[in-house]
């Protein structure tokens, strides 16, 4: 039997939902199962890696793998660019490995579009208010920042909808096992699994 | 917040695969779980209860029911009818509980599209041998029905790429570990999610 293909799991949510948090423990909780890199033009901070964090590239070979159609997506944010390459992913789901993808509500659809697979998952806060707390509680953003983190969770909590699934994270443990239970469920999809019925009717 | 409905789950496989087992197996494991009972005009046999292993019906009393439309589905099998009373099943989705309904493959998606929602499932054995085998273990058939039931399988097995989900029984742990993910991924899924959401936006 040939090595089945791993899923590809595209994550969004507001920031403070705790989308981060949650894909740590899962990288450390389920098995077989690994983060995608994003590619940018930043220079390294402290001790990021090439590879680990991010693959840093020059500006240069930014703008030629755009060219070449190498990433899923880019965007250019603060004279930075950052961007998912495509091959990277690609070649761990290829090794039947599972996929974490965090990406903004924007580029979620867009993404499995052109792959033409992907499971889109959103991460939701119990509530506004609980979400607001948790932002305070960072101590990293101003008040102004906090306002518009509100005012933006409102609009991306607006296309929730368009996703397959909803994990509402009240607590990591139960939000992590949701994941791996739609990991599980989507294993047993009928599509993942005519080939074997197709086997044993030859 | 009022209470949420239960998952209606629809099982079907061929015989031998491990329905039974499998249904026994997560009504003791898996919480909020019960099983459909069905209405039948045929005699109780030994320790039989009425409402606990069928609901023991006259041939008069089931004949009304049909016309009055309360089966989902219902069958006449070596002159005693068997049929699936809807109202039953949707008392317990009402109060929250997951019903599992076990039925051939005629039955599934005709349920289904009955009451407008369901997760099907089919139960398949790992191999057409090792079904042939867990029959022969039974000792409950003669030759003639085993190659009568493998016949069967193969006609059942054509039919399971139009279920929901494909369960592949190795063993009796591993397909009640799907079946939980399956009911667990499926209460994360969007449509299921959409009222909490609608309740921050307001």
Do not use: W
Not at 37 to 43: E, F, G, L, P, Q
Not at 182 to 193: D, G, H, K, P, T
Request: contains cysteine; glycine residues 6%.
């Amino acid at each position: 039997m040939k090595q089945k293909r791993g899923q590809l799991i595209i994550l969004s949510g507001p920031s403070g939902a705790g989308k981060g948090t949650i894909c740590e423990a899962a990288l450390n909780t389920i098995p077989n199962l690994r983060v995608s890199i994003s590619a940018t033009t930043r220079m390294p901070r402290g001790k990021e890696q090439n590879g680990v964090e991010y693959f840093f590239l020059s500006e240069e070979t930014f703008r030629e793998k755009i060219e070449e159609g190498a990433f899923l997506e880019y965007a250019k944010v603060h004279d930075h660019y950052y961007g998912t390459p495509k091959a990277h992913i690609v070649q761990m789901l290829d090794e039947g490995v599972n996929v974490i993808l965090e990406i903004d509500v924007q580029g979620a659809a867009q993404i499995k579009e052109q792959m033409g697979y992907g499971i889109t998952i959103f991460i939701a806060p119990p509530s506004l208010s609980e979400l607001k707390e948790r932002l305070v509680d960072r101590k990293t953003d101003s008040f102004e920042q906090i306002a518009l983190r509100m005012k933006n969770a409102q609009l991306e909590l607006k296309q929730a909808q368009n996703y397959d699934y909803i994990i509402v994270n009240r607590t990591v443990d139960r939000a992590v096992s949701d994941l791996a239970a739609i990991l599980r469920a989507e294993q047993c999809r009928s599509l993942n699994n005519l080939e074997i019925i197709q086997e044993m009717l030859m």
